[in-house]
């Protein structure tokens, strides 16, 4: 089953067949145990992927936290286990493949298998006009956040069917959608596209200026300041798509959450300090995004990896 889980206020065109609503409340309850379940959540010790460690582990998984610092993993740990939580933690640079197979042989040696992989890790190098990008950008974008997530999804797949199946994540972004547009000379029209409300021109306005003067700090004159990093977030939309079909006979699952713009260290860079809503062109069809902090986020990893239909 493929399903795409995006943020509350996100309107967009889900991965396939359903958008679920994340603001918690009645998906809460449904919510099925995963006591047994071992779980491996890449860049798992702050942000997205330590809500994600979290989640799971709250529901009775054992879950297993990887950072490239050990101090971060040592960090995780300790709160997890504060938390009541089965935790294992180790260095893992996903974009080594040593690293990746040392993270998926430790997990089986003590874990005693895989059940559940949550592909969190991403970089993003580079910011400004995507035509001055080098190949040693893309290089490192592609290798860490597309390349090394589908070769830990085929290093961790013999041990799903092993255990009868599994459950793969992607995480992607709304950038996988629409890349995040900054346009210093133009005032985008698009954004007013079927909205005549003044108060709401107004708004639009004032949310355009803050982002000229506060978008990662710098004037901009290109129109996709991340552009490769939102190629990359569209390409796991396609892997998923396409892992999907092939792994549902093993009985493994391979769905896609599509994060908006969330309160954590990595989106430091894109966050705007003074508002807590952005409008994007395009496929967002001006919707407008709460900015979520990653715990809130962290809750639809538990409904994803379960058997339950919705």
Aim: glycine share 8%; proline share 4%.
């Amino acid at each position: 089953m493929l399903r795409c889980f995006v943020s509350r206020s996100l309107l967009t065109n889900p991965v396939a067949g359903q958008t679920r609503n994340m603001s918690g409340g009645s998906l809460a309850g449904s919510q099925s145990s995963l006591a047994g379940k071992v779980a491996i959540v890449t860049a798992s010790t702050d942000g997205i992927g330590l809500a994600a460690a979290q989640a799971l582990g709250q529901r009775g998984a054992h879950v297993v936290v990887s950072s490239r610092s050990q101090s971060n993993v040592d960090k995780a740990v300790a709160l997890l286990q504060s938390e009541k939580i089965q935790v294992t933690g180790t260095t893992c640079n996903v974009g080594k493949s040593e690293d990746r197979e040392r993270l998926v042989n430790m997990t089986v040696e003590h874990c005693g298998g895989i059940d559940i992989l949550v592909s969190n890790a991403a970089v993003n190098p580079f910011f400004g006009n995507i035509m001055d990008s080098t190949a040693a950008v893309w290089d490192k974008i592609l290798d860490v956040n597309v390349k090394a997530a589908f070769l830990m999804t085929q290093l961790v797949v013999p041990h799903m069917e092993k255990r009868g199946g599994g459950s793969v994540v992607f995480v992607s972004s709304v950038a996988g959608y629409q890349p995040m547009q900054v346009s210093s000379s133009d005032f985008p029209s698009e954004w007013l596209s079927g909205r005549s409300s003044q108060n709401l021109f107004l708004c639009v306005v004032l949310i355009y200026i803050s982002m000229k003067k506060y978008f990662f700090n710098v004037t901009f004159d290109s129109p996709q300041a991340l552009g490769p990093y939102s190629v990359s977030k569209t390409a796991l939309l396609g892997l998923t798509r396409a892992l999907a079909p092939e792994l549902a006979q093993s009985h493994i699952r391979v769905n896609c959450v599509a994060p908006g713009i969330i309160k954590t260290r990595f989106s430091q860079a894109v966050r705007i300090p003074s508002l807590s809503i952005v409008i994007f062109t395009g496929l967002l069809s001006s919707s407008l995004l709460t900015l979520y902090f990653y715990h809130s986020f962290g809750c639809c990893f538990p409904i994803i990896h379960t058997n339950r239909s919705f």
